[in-house]
């Protein structure tokens, strides 16, 4: 991660990372459907910076999975919301963790009521040592949690949602 970080409240995000999930958020607003951008719109249109903001801490996010046969299953999840993506983790021996492994392409939904929602779709990708972001994501989750969560069973694991399509909408006022 870059050393320039921007620092509001307890978001870690770099100006990178909030303007790259500001084009993210543009290009799937754009490409959504009339309805959702009906939806979707004027001041309850959230920024990245907003996104980032009221993400700050663990959300439970409702994940959904598809099946081997092809059936959607939804599931609950903590979210941690760090660089400008969803971390989120499950047990090796949920279902959800067999789902993932097979068919990477998940959404999530962080809802609360009216007044904020936050929905993307992307690709979950198991977070392993070698990777850039595993250490401080551990970090992150240990600081919250009071615990490291690789101790938490023989077979924990932490995705990071690459994501392809969020929108967020909020009543923040």
Do not use: C
């Amino acid at each position: 991660m870059s050393a320039l970080v921007r620092t509001i409240g307890a978001m870690n995000e770099t100006h990178e990372e909030i303007e790259a999930l500001d084009r993210l958020m543009a290009a799937s607003h754009s490409r959504s459907t009339p309805h959702l951008r009906e939806i979707v719109s004027g001041d309850k249109r959230l920024s990245a910076e907003q996104v980032v903001d009221l993400m700050t801490g663990m959300k439970v996010l409702s994940l959904a999975t598809v099946t081997a046969g092809g059936e959607p299953r939804i599931s609950a999840v903590d979210g941690h919301f760090l660089h400008g993506s969803w971390t989120f983790g499950t047990d090796g021996r949920a279902a959800k963790a067999r789902h993932i492994a097979a068919r990477p392409a998940v959404s999530v939904a962080h809802v609360d009521g009216e007044r904020v929602g936050v929905f993307a779709h992307g690709h979950a990708r198991q977070l392993q040592p070698e990777h850039d972001d595993y250490a401080e994501t551990i970090e992150h989750w240990t600081a919250h949690y009071g615990s490291d969560p690789t101790t938490w069973g023989a077979d924990v694991r932490l995705y990071r949602l690459e994501p392809t399509w969020l929108v967020a909408y909020g009543d923040v006022t």
